[in-house]
């Protein structure tokens, strides 16, 4: 069975800093991982998508990718209390159905 | 670009009684869309897959009969809660992801802004 693990949280961290989300998932061959944003009463909306190892960037936001570790995971640097939103992390394959984590809940403090 | 509309935002009925929310996809044409249900504070539930012009795969748990999933267009599909109760109140998300063929570009999915349901 495909899984994705998150840990809930709350992650708390100081405007300014740097916000690390961590994603661990069981299917090895899962090609292709992405990191959603879901505010509260909200729906998820796409942040990042990353299909190779290693980093890739958009703006504050950095994707990490490492298959052999089986581990994804986002940064968000310079936080913003804007950025306290729930962040998911989504894999996909060949099958188009798509496993999500839980989500971990991001607050940001002023 | 990759924008997905859902209608109504909101609804409130009475127990008993039938709902119909739409999903469509405004600028593309999506070959398979999505149905989640997410009650508060807790994460999202897939309940159906669905394919154009063919029968929605649902989730284990989830009852066919009960939520009526039709994906008429490559830009529309629709999900009919019948005879609501109100353990059905819930906020209902739709997603419809592209598929390209060439994947893993495939599983990129873009949600609707949702549905919240209310069942009195």
């Known amino acids: 069975q495909k899984e994705v693990e998150q840990n809930s949280g709350p992650l708390s961290v100081p405007e300014g800093a740097i916000a690390s989300l961590n994603c661990t998932y069981s299917?090895?061959?899962?090609?292709?991982f992405f990191w959603y944003r879901q505010y509260s009463g909200k729906s998820p909306e796409l942040i990042m998508s990353?299909?190779?190892?290693g980093d890739k960037e958009d703006g504050r936001f950095t994707a990490q990718l490492n298959k052999a570790s089986q581990y994804v995971s986002l940064l968000i640097r310079d936080s913003q209390p804007s950025d306290s939103a729930t962040y998911l992390c989504?894999?996909?394959?060949?099958?188009?159905?798509?496993?999500f984590g839980r989500g971990t809940s991001l607050i940001v403090h002023p | 670009g990759a924008v997905v509309s859902q209608h109504p935002s909101w609804v409130i009925c009475k127990s008993g009684t039938s709902v119909k929310i739409e999903c469509r996809s405004l600028?593309?044409?999506?070959?398979?869309m999505f149905w989640y249900r997410q009650f508060p504070k807790k994460s999202l539930m897939l309940m159906a897959t669905?394919?154009?012009?063919?029968?929605?795969?649902?989730e284990q748990g989830v009852e066919k009969d009960k939520f009526l999933i039709n994906h008429a267009s490559l830009t529309l599909s629709t999900l009919t809660v019948t005879s609501a109760h109100p353990e059905d109140s819930s906020f209902y998300i739709c997603?419809?992801?592209?598929?390209?063929?060439?994947?893993?570009?495939?599983?990129?999915?873009?949600f609707g802004p949702g549905t919240r349901l209310t069942v009195l």
């Open positions: 989504a894999m996909g394959g060949g099958s188009y159905i798509p496993t």
């Open positions: 669905s394919n154009e012009g063919s029968k929605a795969t649902y």
């Open positions: 997603s419809a992801s592209i598929a390209s063929g060439r994947d893993p570009f495939d599983n990129e999915q873009f």
């Open positions: 990353i299909y190779s190892n």
């Open positions: 600028d593309f044409q999506a070959t398979t």
């Open positions: 299917d090895r061959g899962s090609q292709s």
